[in-house]
């Protein structure tokens, strides 16, 4: 498969970044929760609300029509106002989202690596993010060097260290 381009995130990226978070959220096949349903959800919504303000981050990867078909960017949540992933102030969340029709041909694996490695040029030294358990991208976690750092309740807090 050719190199699949990838972009910087823009502020008129946001629309496709609540899209993204509601392929996140569905990740399940066959059991797809109503799109209003994430998106009255604090819990998602403040991973799109407001996009693009200071310290968040991201990338989208296009088609090779230039349709954008996968996102991941990174966010850092205030302790009152804490992701699913997070693990402490400074350290960013990752969400990551991707057409169904195009998982499994590394757009993830391209956006997750491109995003890991502008957070650690923009210094940070530890990325997390939250995942299902039965989610089948906890392999896909493991294997780009992330970590389960805090196991909860049908979910995990996984942590990669970036220096």
Sequence with gaps: MPAIPIRAALPSDGSFLVDMTVEAANWRAGSARPRHEILSN????????????????GFVAESPAGEAIG???????????????????????????????????????????????????????????????????????RREGFAVTLAGQGRDVMVRTLR
């Design 42 to 57: 604090p819990d998602h919504r403040r991973y799109v609300a407001g996009w693009l303000r200071p310290g968040d981050a």
């Design 71 to 141: 996102a991941a960017w990174y966010r850092l949540h205030p302790r009152s106002e804490p992701g699913f992933g997070w693990v402490g102030t400074g350290v960013p969340e990752l969400i990551i989202g991707v057409r169904p029709v195009w998982r499994a041909h590394g757009v993830g694996r391209a956006l997750l690596q491109r995003l890991v490695g502008h957070a650690r040029d923009e210094g940070f030294s530890r990325i997390s993010l939250s995942v299902e358990r039965d989610n089948f991208a906890r392999t896909f976690y």
